[in-house]
């Protein structure tokens, strides 16, 4: 059976851009899942969504054909990452988790519980994200919420 690990949209974002700081430990962690077909990055349809556009086209306020070109190779890149769908289980786990986070005290935005849910449903065995606002929520959801890291970093050649 193939180990999930989950990657929190934002996590795309930064592999995208090649975050300062981010994008080797990205880079080393795709380079593994491309030579090791027993595990597999996984996220949401949503991520599709919300991965529209990088922070210099937004602070330009023009969009690249080149960066949506290369947006659609890396979600086609089905040996790296499968995209799971939306759907009615999804939907309702993602509400359950809003209202729950609600008894606990805290907010939980849609996209986020949605995230949260498909990761769950799919029994993932981490959630990889940069925003620091979903650590809070791994006990919810019986998963660590951590940042993306490396177990076997690649020396420069």
């Not at 795309?12 to 795709?30: H, K």
Request: aromatic share 10%.
């Amino acid at each position: 059976m193939r180990e999930l690990i989950y990657w929190d949209s934002c996590v795309f974002i930064s592999y995208l851009e090649g975050t300062p700081g981010r994008i080797v430990v990205l880079e080393d962690i795709v380079h593994h899942i491309r030579n090791n077909p027993n595990r597999l990055l996984v996220t949401s349809a949503v991520s599709k969504v919300e991965v529209a556009f990088v922070s210099y086209e937004r602070s330009q306020q023009q969009l690249h054909p080149d960066i949506e070109a290369q947006i659609d190779r890396m979600w086609a890149d089905d040996e790296v990452v499968e995209i799971a769908d939306f759907h009615e289980l999804i939907a309702r786990r993602a509400r359950d988790l809003i209202r729950k986070a609600l008894t606990d005290g805290f907010r939980m935005k849609p996209y986020d519980a949605t995230h949260l849910a498909t990761a769950q449903a799919l029994g993932v065995k981490e959630f990889h994200t940069y925003d620091d606002k979903l650590d809070k929520f791994d006990t919810l959801i019986g998963i660590p919420i951590i940042r993306p890291y490396t177990e076997y970093p690649r020396l420069p050649l």
